[in-house]
């Protein structure tokens, strides 16, 4: 039914309402939150349809819990319980309770020796949680990666790490056993060859081996890119994420346990990538060739205004006079009688401030041979009209 549902996206497979609005588009990611759920305990899914089970993760994971509380009970041994999914909820059915149940019924396990880090209500009371872990009063600590992952220093008496569902990210798993693998272990030390175990737990055609997978490889190519010991470029993450789910080819070969499709499913997610890239590498190829073509207009153009200015410059040089190594500026204006800089300096101020030539270059004399013109240039500026007169020498 599952599959059917992520296929044809008919909710009424699952038990549930018809999916409205944008329930359509997110199908897949419904998907993927129920098989999830029933990967952890098929109770999270209707709790009045299916029966417990003796092979379900609550039961094995009480059994583990229920071994490791035995066999380090002279040290009151303390041991960690993660799980995002599932989590403690007053008055409401949840995995937690569930496990502290079969705890208490099965292996006579103190109930208050069993907590939930969500019964913290204060980080007064959270604080004193945790002392009560380090004291050895509280032998088996459940709690999410967000609220038992950081932060929570009572590592003293942990000898085990339960993993009931995996994080998104590796630093989150990193976290999650940093609780017990780091210094001030005093138990693990003594008593158990300085190591804490680590239990996770999975199920057969789920996704659960599949997304710690995706951590492993995830975790080698951040390790890989740290030591710059880089094997590929990128890295196939596969299709599940915390935001949009999967897509169906790899979640029916996961399912169905088919390693055949799940490897189709791959290769064909590999060929989309290929086929992505190589779109990418022509549209990239054309712009750089573009920019190429439009590089090599400019620089025949800046050539062709270097050799102009050239020829500018050896213009000037035949034609300018100087005395003792001081360049002449023998200008001729119309209107002015003979070469006195100060009579000249006054004509072009004059001519600066009120000449008009209406956009046309307008003779007003010569120097070296070259043409001396004015031209009255108008432009706009927050809804202002200015008027400017440059002087040009052309020749």
């Keep these: 039914n599952l599959v059917a549902f992520a296929k044809t996206g008919n909710a009424t497979l699952l038990g549930r309402a018809p999916l409205e609005g944008g329930e359509e588009n997110a199908k897949m990611l419904i998907a993927t939150d129920y098989a999830r759920k029933m990967s952890l305990d098929m109770h999270m899914i209707d709790r009045n349809k299916y029966d417990d089970h003796i092979d379900n993760k609550a039961s094995h994971c009480a059994l583990k819990l229920a071994e490791y509380y035995k066999k380090f009970d002279a040290q009151k041994g303390m041991q960690f319980v993660f799980s995002d999914l599932g989590?403690?909820?007053?008055?409401?059915?949840?995995?937690?309770?569930?496990?502290?149940?079969?705890?208490?019924?099965?292996?006579?396990?103190?109930?208050?020796?069993?907590?939930?880090?969500?019964?913290?209500?204060?980080?007064?009371?959270?604080?004193?949680?945790?002392?009560?872990?380090n004291r050895g009063d509280i032998r088996i600590l459940f709690g999410s990666t967000d609220m038992l992952g950081t932060g929570v220093n009572a590592q003293k008496r942990a000898v085990a790490v339960h993993h009931l569902d995996s994080p998104w990210r590796p630093s989150d798993l990193e976290q999650r056993e940093g609780r017990a693998i780091r210094k001030g272990n005093e138990i693990a030390k003594l008593y158990a060859g300085n190591k804490v175990d680590v239990i996770i737990y999975a199920v057969e055609k789920s996704l659960d081996?599949?997304?710690?997978?995706?951590?492993?490889?995830?975790?080698?190519?951040?390790?890989?890119?740290?030591?710059?010991?880089?094997?590929?470029?990128?890295?196939?993450?596969g299709s599940l994420d915390e935001k949009s789910g999967m897509n169906f080819s790899e979640y029916v070969a996961i399912l169905s346990g088919n390693t055949d499709l799940l490897e189709k499913a791959r290769l064909e997610k590999k060929v989309a990538a290929l086929e992505s890239e190589?779109?990418?590498?022509?549209?990239?190829?054309?712009?750089?060739?573009?920019?190429?073509?439009?590089?090599?207009?400019?620089?025949?153009g800046h050539r062709e205004t270097?050799?102009?200015?050239?020829?500018?410059?050896?213009?000037?040089?035949?034609?300018?006079?100087?005395?003792?190594?001081?360049?002449?500026?023998?200008?001729?204006?119309?209107?002015?009688?003979?070469?006195?800089?100060?009579?000249?300096?006054?004509?072009?101020?004059?001519?600066?401030?009120?000449?008009?030539?209406?956009?046309?270059?307008?003779?007003?004399?010569?120097?070296?041979g070259f043409t001396l013109s004015v031209k009255t240039e108008t432009s706009q500026k927050e809804g202002l009209s200015f008027r400017d007169n440059r002087f040009f020498a052309t020749g």
């Design 306 to 368: 270097a050799e102009h200015i050239k020829g500018d410059w050896a213009d000037f040089q035949s034609r300018v006079q100087d005395a003792d190594g001081t360049f002449l500026n023998p200008i001729q204006l119309k209107g002015v009688e003979g070469s006195d800089p100060k009579a000249i300096g006054i004509k072009l101020n004059e001519l600066a401030g009120s000449a008009t030539t209406g956009g046309e270059y307008f003779k007003i004399g010569s120097l070296y």
């Design 278 to 300: 190589r779109q990418s590498f022509a549209k990239n190829k054309a712009s750089s060739e573009f920019k190429l073509e439009d590089i090599t207009r400019q620089v025949k």
């Design 87 to 133: 989590t403690y909820k007053p008055g409401e059915w949840n995995v937690y309770s569930e496990i502290k149940r079969k705890l208490i019924e099965d292996y006579h396990i103190p109930a208050h020796e069993i907590r939930f880090i969500q019964e913290a209500k204060n980080e007064t009371s959270r604080q004193a949680m945790i002392q009560g872990a």
């Design 209 to 237: 081996s599949y997304k710690f997978n995706l951590l492993h490889n995830k975790q080698l190519f951040i390790t890989q890119l740290k030591n710059n010991n880089m094997g590929a470029r990128t890295i196939d993450e």
